[in-house]
């Protein structure tokens, strides 16, 4: 029996103290050496919300392909599966379909398959989808008080910055050199990918320091 561990971060759980992946790390090793056993594997979504399925989790993928039968899932808290319970019931069929099992460190009815140990799991991940709704909905409140006050709510485009007034853009000259290029580079009709790659070539990268995508540059022309 080898014990894996999965865990996630969402943008806003990475603000919360308590909810980061050291955190969830150090439950789910705390929770292994109680069983006597340390973990052989362990495997992270960052930034990926509580509400995406499978397919937007290419950690929680690996975890359950690496399961054999008789493994253990450790997860510091049921939440971190997702805050859908259609979503982490179709998780928790592929884990049992490999013959293994997911365990919470935090307990949270994982520990047998009793009707009273059902019944919580059920029970905490309704409460864990009805905390997303709510977040979901301060978030909207939030911005629709923002947009009354007549702040900006969207995020700022490349090539500019937030002014002091926390209203009006200021152009990024640096930025905007970037964006030039790209035009100047589509109107002598090189394609988006041909256009990243020249960027590349130049040692023009994203805000995240990073070369550009065909998407990236697409949304370049469209500044």
């Known amino acids: 029996m080898s014990h894996h561990a999965y865990l996630r971060v969402s943008t806003q759980d990475q603000a919360e103290s308590g909810a980061g992946l050291a955190a969830q790390l150090d439950a789910c090793r705390r929770f292994a050496k109680s069983q006597d056993a340390e973990l052989v594997a362990v495997f992270e979504d960052k930034g990926v919300s509580g509400a995406k399925g499978l397919e937007a989790r290419p950690g929680l993928l690996d975890a359950i392909a690496a399961l054999k039968k ?3 899932l450790v997860v510091a808290k049921r939440d971190r599966l997702g805050r859908d319970p259609i979503k982490v019931a179709m998780i928790e ?3 049992v379909r490999k013959g293994a099992r997911i365990v919470s460190a935090a307990g949270e009815g994982t520990d047998g398959d ?3 140990s059902v019944l919580m799991r059920r029970m905490i991940d309704a409460f864990a989808e009805y905390e997303r709704l709510l977040i979901g909905a301060r978030t909207k409140a939030a911005l629709g008080a923002k947009k009354a006050r ?3 709510t969207g995020s700022v485009p490349y090539g500019y910055t937030m002014a002091a007034d926390g209203v009006h853009l200021e ?3 640096e930025e905007q ?3 030039a ?3 100047r580079l589509h109107g ?3 394609s988006l990918r041909a256009i990243a790659r020249e960027l590349e070539r130049r040692g023009f990268v994203s805000r995240a320091g990073k070369a550009f995508l065909a998407e990236q540059v697409k949304r370049l022309l469209a500044a």
């Open 70 to 72: 008789g493994d253990v």
């Open 93 to 95: 069929s592929a884990v």
């Open 114 to 116: 009793d009707p009273a």
């Open 150 to 152: 007549g702040e900006r």
């Open 171 to 173: 152009a990024v000259p």
């Open 177 to 179: 050199e970037v964006i």
């Open 181 to 183: 290029e790209a035009r």
């Open 188 to 190: 002598a009709g090189q």
